[in-house]
Nanobody
Framework: QVELVESGGGLVQAGGSLRLSCAAS????????MGWFRQAPGKERAFVAA????????YDVDSVKGRFTISRDNAKNTVYLQMNSLRVEDTAVYYC???????????????????WGQGTQVTVSS
């Protein structure tokens, strides 16, 4: 069992930056792969990026490549999403997720992630 709490969301102008954090409870954080998803109003929850338990593998979607960076600090039980060059279309509730299996491209499926946080709102204004 792992509990996830996101933070760092807010209102930012287009072109700006935000860093999201997801703090995990428990002593087994370093055995979980971590992911970030987002859900815009009226849309399904969509995969953004994932990082393996060791940090050695990262998978992200083309729409965020070069702008968003996922990282983790296992000593702090925290995963991060650094978001630069934000666009209006990045507006969404951002969720972190945890699971022990690394599935590559299949990790885009929300059903394959065992644990979820409550989400943090990111709003990008024009």
């Amino acid at each position: 069992q792992v509990e996830l709490v996101e933070s760092g969301g807010g209102l930012v102008q287009a072109g700006g930056s935000l860093r999201l954090s997801c703090a995990a409870s428990g002593r087994t954080f370093n055995t979980y792969n971590m992911g970030w998803f987002r859900q815009a109003p009226g849309k399904e929850r969509a995969f953004v990026a994932a990082i393996s338990w060791s940090g050695s593998s990262i998978y992200d979607v083309d729409s965020v490549k070069g702008r968003f960076t996922i990282s983790r600090d296992n000593a702090k039980n925290t995963v991060y999403l650094q978001m630069n060059s934000l666009r209006v279309e990045d507006t969404a509730v951002y969720y972190c997720a945890a699971d022990r299996a690394w599935r590559g491209a299949a990790m885009r499926a929300t059903a394959l992630w065992a644990y979820w946080g409550q989400g943090t709102q990111v709003t990008v204004s024009s």
